[in-house]
């Protein structure tokens, strides 16, 4: 049987692709360094392309939106993979607390970005509604069932060890990450108790 002849690459759809990944990496790098909304002709000047290449190829912000998150999701993906250890369940909640700084951390100005075009965005709204409910479950997993049953302690929880609570002690109460991350700690042991 004769080999299948090798399919032509497509030029013009690979160099759409690559332009479609520096124009999403300009965008991230952009806010990274401060800059909650960046315009089109930032953005294009920083990927190295036209501004009409901008908008061609993005001509919606959920579609550009759809792909930061991608990307952003894969630069998170070996924090949030890490196993939380510990032998009893409150090593494992400091652990899981320490854990979430990181990814805090990382994904601090690309959240505050996002929320800032959430009203706008429905892909925005999901995924807000999707970390709110993959952090909340995240937590309260590592929870004994006599703490469980108890629906006001699992509300505090879930208030104390949010992006919400961290970027309030870090933005606007200019906590260090160590002071933030303490605090964080300090209260879910007095929210839990002895």
């Known amino acids: ?3 299948n002849p090798p399919i032509a690459t497509d ?4 160099r759409a692709e690559a332009s479609r990944a520096r ?3 300009a965008m991230l790098e952009l806010i990274r360094e401060g800059n909650p909304a960046p315009s089109a002709e930032a953005v294009a000047d920083r990927a190295g392309v036209g501004l009409r290449t901008v908008f061609r ?3 919606d912000m959920d ?3 759809r792909e930061m998150h991608a990307m952003m999701l894969a630069r998170l993906a070996p924090i949030a993979a890490e ?3 510990g032998e009893t369940w409150r090593i494992r909640l400091r652990n899981l607390i320490h854990r979430r700084v990181r990814l805090f951390e990382e994904m601090m100005p690309f959240q505050v970005a996002a929320d800032a075009h959430r009203a706008r965005s429905p892909f925005l709204n999901k995924t807000h509604e999707s970390l709110v409910r993959l952090q909340r479950s995240m937590a309260t997993a590592l929870l004994p069932e006599e703490i469980k049953a108890d629906a006001v302690l699992v509300e505090m ?3 104390v060890m949010s992006f919400d609570s961290w970027r309030r002690l870090r933005l606007d109460q200019t906590l260090s990450v160590d002071e933030a991350e303490r605090i964080i700690a300090t209260l879910v042991d007095r929210v839990i108790g002895p």
Do not use: K, Q, T
């Open 1 to 3: 049987m004769a080999a």
């Open 11 to 14: 030029g013009r759809r690979l």
């Open 157 to 159: 929880m879930d208030l």
């Open 23 to 25: 124009i999403v990496a």
């Open 83 to 85: 196993p939380v250890v």
């Open 63 to 65: 579609s550009l939106y």
């Open 57 to 59: 190829l993005f001509n």
